[in-house]
């Protein structure tokens, strides 16, 4: 299915109806709504009859757009859209990775839809760590030189994708860690594995520190990975959601 967004751009979304409260799938960066666990997720939720929807950034699956021209506000916008457009009633958001920074922005801009987070290796501000460190020094003249250079993408063969310096100077104005309290109530449950090698597990510690709600719980998976698509991480990850859904009933 296709959310149009004038100027012949659009976000694919795949959506089903079902029991409140719905679940939104947030992927990471460079990912997309087909990865093990939005599919998992989409097959637990109809299972159970719940609402789910998934869908993929703009520059993304099959989204409209180039990867290089996206950035973190553009991304945010995608979410917030299919909230207004396709999703329907109170909703818990499961953001991986980036996916649980894009999560923390959309519970900001919409507290009154947003019911329960859980980020999965959640990533905010890492546009900052890439900038800060994350990249080698001749990525960095690269960036500066040409506005964009190559990552490798450990996921995929070795292949590497282009990113920008826009991406990172954009990223800088949607930074939440920095603040002294994240204005979130709602309860939030933080799942990390200690073997990630992409976003640090302290980094989960510390969103939870930032949080305004009283009701965080982190799991830390001390032989998980970044992913956290391992069958039985899948299972933690749908015995949480069942857990905090039972809580909001």
Known sequence: MKLERGNDEHIAY?????????????SGFNSNMQGDKAVALDAWCRQ???????????GHGDSSGKFEDGSIGRWIDD??????????????????????????????????????LVGIAAAPDFTEALAHGGLLPEQMLQL???????IDNCYDDGESYLISKTL???????????????????PVRLLHGQRDEDVPWNRSLLLAEKLASENVELQFIKDGDHRLSRPRDLQRLFATLEALLGDLD
């Open 14 to 26: 795949e959506h089903f109806e079902g029991a409140g409260p719905g679940i939104v799938f947030l």
């Open 144 to 150: 500066e030189l040409s506005g964009s250079c190559a």
């Open 79 to 116: 979410a917030l859209a299919v909230l207004d457009e396709v999703a329907s009633g109170p909703l818990v958001l499961v953001g991986s990775s980036m996916g649980g920074w894009i999560m923390l922005q959309v519970a900001l801009a919409r507290p009154d839809r947003v019911i329960g």
């Open 168 to 186: 990172l100077d954009e990223g800088r104005e949607h930074c939440l860690l920095e603040r002294e309290l994240i204005a979130i109530d709602s």
């Open 48 to 58: 159970s009859g719940r609402q789910f929807t998934r869908f993929d950034y703009q």
